[in-house]
C-alpha cells in the first residue's frame, strides 16, 4: 500500500514515502516525533490519530531510515469538516530538502479528497521554519493563542481553506442538476428557454460547468456560474 516516488523537489535525495501500514510502525514515528517536539505524547495519543487516521499519516524513507513524519486527523468541527495536522517532523540532516512539503501536500490532499473544507494546526509563534513552510504552501495566521503550549511559548493557529467546488447555498436556491418524471417530463423547477422549439435549461449546475472541478483539484475555479446544459427534455 502507499509506497511512491516524492517529487522533483525531493528528487535529488532518493526519498520514499510511505502511508502508514500498521502498529509496527508506530515505534519508529513516536521515536522520531519525541526527539523533535517539544510536546510530550502518550501512546494513546499516537494510537488516537494512527488508528483512526492512517489514510492521512505519512512517512519518508532514506533507504531503511524513517526521515519523516506526519500525523492528522480529520472531523466535523462545529459546522465544517476539517482536517488537522497533529504532528510534523523531519529529521535534521534531511532538512531544506522540501521533505515536509511533500508530507504535508499528501496528506492535504487526502483531507480535500475526502470533503474537508479546511485544514488547521498549532505551530510556535517562535518556529520560523515550520511558519514559512506552511505559509508557502497557503496557510494564513488565523488566531494567536497565549501560552498554548506546555513550555509557556503562545502558538499561532494556522488555516488553510480549500477551494469549494461550487457554491452551496446557490445550489440550495437554483436546485441541482435538472430532473425529468416517469414520462419524460421536466420537474425540476429551473428557469427555461422554450424559443428554439427545443427545452434547454439555464441553472447553477456544477456538472455542466467548465470551471468547476467537482472532484476537488487543487488549482481549480470554484465559484459556479450559471450553465446551459443543452439537456433534451420532454415538452409539457
Ligand atoms: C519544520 C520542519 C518540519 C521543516 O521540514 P523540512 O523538510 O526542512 O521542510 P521543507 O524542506 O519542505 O521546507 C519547505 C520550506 O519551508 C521553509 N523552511 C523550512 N525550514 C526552514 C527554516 N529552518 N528556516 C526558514 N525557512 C524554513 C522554507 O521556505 C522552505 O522552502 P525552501 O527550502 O525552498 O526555502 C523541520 O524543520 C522540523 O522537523 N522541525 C522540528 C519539528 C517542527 O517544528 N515541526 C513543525 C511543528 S508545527
Redesign the pocket.
Known sequence: MGEEKGHE?TAMVPIRYVSYEGEEQLPLIMTLIDD??SEPYSIFTYRYFLTLWPQLCFMAFHEDTCV?TIVCKMGQHRNTFRGY?A?????KP?????????LVTRSIQNMRDAGCEEVT????VT????L?????LGFTRAKRLYKYYLNGVDAFRLKLLFPQPYDQRMLAEYGGPCQENEQGEHVCGHHHDHDKGEHTCHHFDPHHSHDVDIHGGWNHAHHVHSASCGHMHGHH
Not at 127 to 130: E, I, P, Q, S
Open positions: 523537489a523533535e517536539l519523516g495536522i504532528m510534523l517532523v523531519v529529521i534531511y532538512r531544506g530538502r522540501g521533505i515536509a512539503t511533500e494546526l498549532e505551530a510556535e518556529n520560523k521554519g515550520a514559512a513552510l506552511y505559509g508557502n
